[in-house]
T-cell receptor, first 112, second 118 residues
Framework: DSGVTQTPKHLITATGQRVTLRCSPR?????VYWYQQSLDQGLQFLIQ???????AKGNILERFSAQQFPDLHSELNLSSLELGDSALYFC???????????FGPGTRLTVL | AQKITQTQPGMFVQEKEAVTLDCTYD???????LFWYKQPSSGEMIFLIY??????QNATEGHYSLNFQKARKSANLVISASQLGDSAMYFC???????????????FGKGTKLSVIP
């Protein structure tokens, strides 16, 4: 158990819908990273927050957005969902300046 | 831009034998970090080992070791005495250079699927 929690574990929805994925980092970790794992794109970095502020953006679509709240949990919002958004979404956390990122169990999103 | 290449889509190894999973990287940054993660069929990503670009010695963690050859830009994972529980996908990753904004996002390779045969 990495100490990072993600909910829900599985999510099935329809095209055009909007969903919210939630992540709670390890106790004391200020950085939260979101990654997407799909069959065709592999593992890709989406976005990072540090202590409530956005720090870096990767290959994140405009239909996707995220935020980190004062209690340090983070949410990834996916809207106008398409079939191609079906993927495993990971959240990872780390301490400031730490080398290691610890991953949550992931949320498997299926868009029908 | 940083790039990680894992050229072995799948590998088989006999239980108790050693196996090397290849990883080459490309970066122009003088400072970087290299990671290996394990992803079992259950899906979670498990951190295995880390090597910093300035580390003089190869990293080791349990029966995992990282064969770091800086001049060749390779960071191969060596698993000694393979166990059935080692069957999984293995991903090599590189930490982006420090951007000044505290960002350490990882760039991943495509992965190698390791199957340990009894």
């Amino acid at each position: 158990d990495s100490g990072v929690t993600q909910t829900p574990k599985h999510l099935i929805t329809a095209t055009g819908q909007r969903v919210t994925l939630r992540c709670s980092p390890r106790s004391g970790d200020l950085s939260v990273y979101w990654y997407q794992q799909s069959l065709d794109q592999g593992l890709q970095f989406l976005i990072q927050y540090y202590n409530g502020e956005e720090r870096a953006k990767g290959n994140i679509l405009e239909r996707f957005s995220a935020q980190q709240f004062p209690d340090l949990h983070s949410e990834l919002n996916l809207s106008s969902l398409e079939l191609g958004d079906s993927a495993l979404y990971f959240c990872a956390s780390s301490r400031g300046g730490s080398n290691e990122q610890f991953f949550g169990p992931g949320t498997r999103l299926t868009v029908l | 831009a940083q790039k990680i290449t894992q050229t072995q889509p799948g590998m088989f190894v006999q239980e108790k034998e050693a196996v090397t999973l290849d990883c080459t990287y490309d970066t122009s940054d003088p400072s970087y970090g290299l990671f290996w993660y394990k992803q079992p069929s259950s899906g979670e990503m498990i951190f295995l080992i880390y090597q910093g670009s300035y580390d003089q010695q190869n990293a080791t963690e349990g029966h995992y070791s990282l064969n770091f050859q800086k001049a060749r830009k390779s960071a191969n994972l060596v698993i000694s005495a393979s166990q059935l529980g080692d069957s999984a996908m293995y991903f090599c990753a590189m930490r982006a250079a420090y951007s000044g904004a505290g960002s350490y996002q990882l760039t991943f390779g495509k992965g190698t699927k390791l199957s340990v045969i009894p």
